[in-house]
């Protein structure tokens, strides 16, 4: 195992890019199709050579622009899975995790050795006989779990290893996976657009966007209090930016003033940009503006209307700035006492201390 140190710049793809992941810690990378996870991590792998820039894998210098160097990827000690398996078709289950090791010029006995122990690990030694084309999708990728560890990297790069399970499947791979890497202390980086991959195996998590790292925190404080609108949609929560002008109050670039809570220690010194959090469930409906007088009033009308589990989710039109509008979680009895539908004009009510102003993601 070894730390990870990534400073790039593709000009093609518009990634520019400074990464790192301490020895033992798992990353999860999160962002929209396109931002550039996959790019980060050819980069780490030695798939991609960047423009200019340095990777570091512990002490080594694997890339150096400056100074020419580019360790080839067999010789990076790098295991990438992904969520297709890959395995050798001509060869059987406990052959295609013996590969790795007797590629490093273990001998074959302790070879099989080996594998039969990393089978054993991932629940699969049952399936040492077997070829590939025999294998379910979720037993396909256990196999070629046991075969990347079996390689003893010094970094695991997994991308997306749960897309193309079954819902069924998904759950056991990933309560595997979270054993094995938290057990063993692996590093490992993890691309994922599923929040549930995040909370059970990463214990930071980073977003991507336009090739940039917007944002960066342990995993319980971005999805719990997340600063860019990705974070906030994967985390299932709405998200306003803007400015500070006033302790307790964030002015949108738009105009629209809101008031939330903010920490004790940041209240008073808080200023310039920000950003304000709340719930779909902390969002009340009105057909008509309350009497009373809540901070946060928001005239809306519905777009779109969604089934979530047990609550029928309402969201507005987009804001002026692009980003996805207000959501709100309410009953179906709430949606057939209040004729609520598509193109309907209503009021957003959120209480301000409903509403977390949090500092903007520098």
Known sequence: ???????????????????????????????????????????IAGLATPDTGKITLGADVVTDT???????????????????????????????VAFAPRSRGVRRRDARALAQSWLSAVGALDLAGRRPAQL??????????????????????????????????????????????????????????????????????????????????????????????????????????????????????????????MDGAQAEAMTGDAVAVFAPSAVAVHLEPPRASPRNIFPVTITTMDAQGAYVRLRGADYPDGSPGTAADVTPAAVAELDLEPGRAVYFVVKSQEMAIHPAVR
């Open 136 to 261: 379910s999708g979720g037993q396909a990728q256990r196999v070629a779990i046991a075969r990347a560890l079996a390689a003893e990297p010094r970094v695991l790069l997994l991308d997306e290893p749960m897309a193309a399970l079954d819902v069924e499947t998904a759950p056991g791979l990933r309560r595997l996976l979270r054993t094995v890497l938290r057990e063993q202390r692996r590093t490992a980086v993890v691309v994922t657009h599923d929040l549930l991959d995040a909370l059970a195996m990463a214990d930071t998590v980073v977003v991507v966007e336009s090739g940039r790292i917007v944002e960066r925190g342990p995993t319980a404080d971005v999805l719990t209090s997340p600063r860019s609108a990705f974070a906030a949609q994967i985390a299932g929560v709405n998200l306003l930016t803007g400015r500070v002008d006033a302790p307790g109050s964030l002015t949108t670039a738009w105009g629209l003033r809101v008031f939330g809570h």
């Open 1 to 43: 195992m070894s730390s990870v140190s990534v400073t790039a710049r593709i000009a093609q793809r518009d990634v520019e890019i400074e990464f790192d992941v301490a020895e033992g810690e798992v990353v999860a990378l999160l962002g929209p199709n396109g931002a550039g996870k996959s790019t980060l991590l050819d980069l």
């Open 66 to 96: 400056a100074r020419g160097i580019h360790v080839p990827p067999h010789a990076r000690g790098v295991a990438s899975l992904s969520q297709s398996a890959l395995l050798f078709p001509h060869l059987s289950v406990a052959e295609n």
